[in-house]
Structure formats: structure tokens, C-alpha cells
């Protein structure tokens, strides 16, 4: 039992199951945690433990319009949900994606005031994703440069902190790749080249995305929700 504990709340356990919009879901905490595995291993007695897996917390800090209620509702209703609705604060209890709990936690408004957060939010999550709309990162200079600033502190706080961290590009659609994938994420990583400390970003866990079919949403979240 100690040694199951254990590896639940060891680190590596959970690494190796990776301006107006922000969201995420925190595994609760203190007594909050001591519930859940309670729960899991059946209140402490000495029964045999169950093949449940504990939610996995995940951060999605995205840019202004970038998708993230989008891939929202694709993870908790399963289906795409057009027209954008800016967000303010709002509480969602834990819920299932494919076998897959997904913890409780908050959707809340990006703008600015929320980027001097990012690092608290960061240090409370397994999974950290940042998301950017790849048209406007294609076509607007100001954009992509707030997108570089923005990725590279994500990327700076999660490896300090060991945590998983992925970037999708989204509204791909919009883009001239439209399903030219490898073109899209080709081209992303072309127009950083010269920035040397934003490039890395990009060479690794980076997907673009199309988020109005249930194809391009499945092809993005399998890999940051890989068993």
C-alpha cells in the first residue's frame, strides 16, 4: 500500500502518463487529495486496491480567441460548439475523457492581468499546454511576438518545475496548409528560426491543429492525453 501511495505522488509517476483565454483543472489539494486516494483504495481497509488512475491535472493557458473553450467542450462533451464567448470565472467538477478523469478546477479570462499567474498555475498541474491561433501567429507580427514571450515563460517555468509541457497551434483551417500538417509546423518553426531562445519551443511536443472536426481535435489530444 505505502509502496502504491508512493508512486502516485511520485513525480515521474505522473510524467510519464506530458491574451484572453486560460484554463484549468487542479487535482484538489490537502485533505482534498487525501479523499481521492482514500476513495481509490477503498477507505484505508485491506482490500485490494482498484485499477482506477487518479485525475490527471492539466493547465491550458491560451492566447485571446485561440481555442481553448473549443477544446474544452471537444474534452467534455464531445462534440465542437461554434462561436466564441469570451470567458470570465467559471468552476467545472472533475469529469472523463475516453477512461481518462480529468480534475476539477476553473475556466477563467487570459488577458494580461492573468499572464503574472501563469507560474502558480504551472507549479499546480501535471500537464501544462499553451495555446496560440496559428493564422493571426502566421499573418500578425505583434502576435507572434506576444506568442513567443508567452511560450517561452511556459516553457522556462515547466522545466524548472518537471512538469509536461505541450503548444498547439490551432485554427489551422484558416491557414493555406489547411490538413498539411508537417507544412504548418514547418512553417512555424522557419518564421522562429532566428530567435534563437523562442526556437526550441517549437522543436518539440508542438501540434497545430484544426478544432472544428472531431479528426484534427482527436489528433491534437491524443498527444498530450497519450495512456
Same mark, same amino acid.
Given at each position: 500500500?505505502?509502496?502504491?501511495?508512493?508512486?502516485?505522488?511520485?513525480?515521474?509517476?505522473?510524467? #510519464? +502518463?506530458?491574451?484572453?483565454?486560460?484554463?484549468?483543472?487542479?487535482?484538489?489539494?490537502?485533505?482534498? $487529495?487525501?479523499?481521492? $486516494?482514500?476513495? &481509490?483504495?477503498?477507505?484505508?481497509?485491506?482490500?485490494?486496491? +482498484?485499477? !482506477?488512475?487518479?485525475?490527471?491535472?492539466?493547465? &491550458? /493557458?491560451?492566447?485571446?480567441?485561440?481555442?481553448?473553450?473549443?477544446?474544452?467542450?471537444? /474534452?467534455?462533451?464531445?462534440?465542437?460548439?461554434?462561436?466564441?464567448? !469570451? +470567458?470570465?470565472?467559471?468552476?467545472?467538477?472533475?469529469?472523463?475523457?475516453?477512461?481518462?478523469?480529468?480534475?476539477?478546477? !476553473?475556466?477563467?479570462?487570459?488577458? *494580461?492581468?492573468?499572464?503574472?499567474?501563469?507560474?502558480?498555475?504551472?507549479?499546480?498541474?501535471?500537464?501544462?499546454? @499553451?495555446?496560440?491561433?496559428?493564422?493571426?501567429? /502566421?499573418?500578425?507580427?505583434?502576435?507572434?511576438?506576444? %506568442?513567443?514571450?508567452?511560450?517561452?515563460?511556459?516553457?522556462?517555468?515547466?522545466? *524548472?518545475?518537471?512538469? %509536461?509541457?505541450? +503548444?498547439?497551434? =490551432?485554427?489551422?483551417?484558416? =491557414?493555406?496548409?489547411?490538413?498539411?500538417?508537417?507544412?504548418?509546423?514547418?512553417?512555424?518553426?522557419?518564421?522562429?528560426?532566428?530567435?534563437?531562445?523562442? &526556437?526550441?519551443? @517549437?522543436?518539440?511536443?508542438?501540434?497545430?491543429?484544426?478544432? =472544428? #472536426? !472531431? =479528426?484534427?481535435?482527436?489528433?491534437?489530444?491524443?498527444?498530450? $492525453?497519450?495512456?
Amino acid at each position: 500500500m505505502d509502496e502504491i501511495i508512493h508512486n502516485i505522488l511520485n513525480e515521474e509517476f505522473f510524467a #510519464n +502518463t506530458e491574451p484572453q483565454q486560460a484554463w484549468w483543472w487542479l487535482i484538489p489539494a490537502g485533505g482534498g $487529495l487525501i479523499a481521492l $486516494l482514500a476513495g &481509490i483504495f477503498g477507505g484505508g481497509d485491506d482490500s485490494e486496491p +482498484t485499477n !482506477q488512475t487518479p485525475p490527471k491535472s492539466i493547465v &491550458i /493557458l491560451g492566447q485571446k480567441e485561440s481555442g481553448k473553450t473549443t477544446l474544452f467542450n471537444w /474534452l467534455r462533451y464531445n462534440k465542437f460548439v461554434p462561436g466564441y464567448s !469570451q +470567458t470570465s470565472t467559471d468552476e467545472y467538477d472533475e469529469f472523463e475523457y475516453k477512461g481518462q478523469k480529468i480534475a476539477k478546477g !476553473q475556466d477563467i479570462g487570459g488577458g *494580461e492581468m492573468f499572464f503574472y499567474d501563469y507560474e502558480n498555475k504551472i507549479a499546480g498541474c501535471d500537464i501544462c499546454v @499553451f495555446v496560440f491561433d496559428l493564422h493571426k501567429f /502566421l499573418n500578425d507580427q505583434y502576435y507572434r511576438q506576444e %506568442t513567443w514571450v508567452r511560450a517561452d515563460f511556459i516553457n522556462r517555468k515547466c522545466c *524548472e518545475k518537471n512538469k %509536461t509541457r505541450y +503548444t498547439i497551434g =490551432t485554427h489551422l483551417d484558416l =491557414t493555406s496548409f489547411q490538413n498539411d500538417y508537417d507544412g504548418a509546423r514547418a512553417r512555424v518553426l522557419d518564421v522562429s528560426a532566428h530567435k534563437t531562445k523562442f &526556437i526550441d519551443v @517549437f522543436k518539440s511536443n508542438f501540434v497545430v491543429a484544426d478544432l =472544428t #472536426n !472531431q =479528426t484534427g481535435f482527436e489528433t491534437c489530444v491524443e498527444h498530450f $492525453l497519450k495512456k
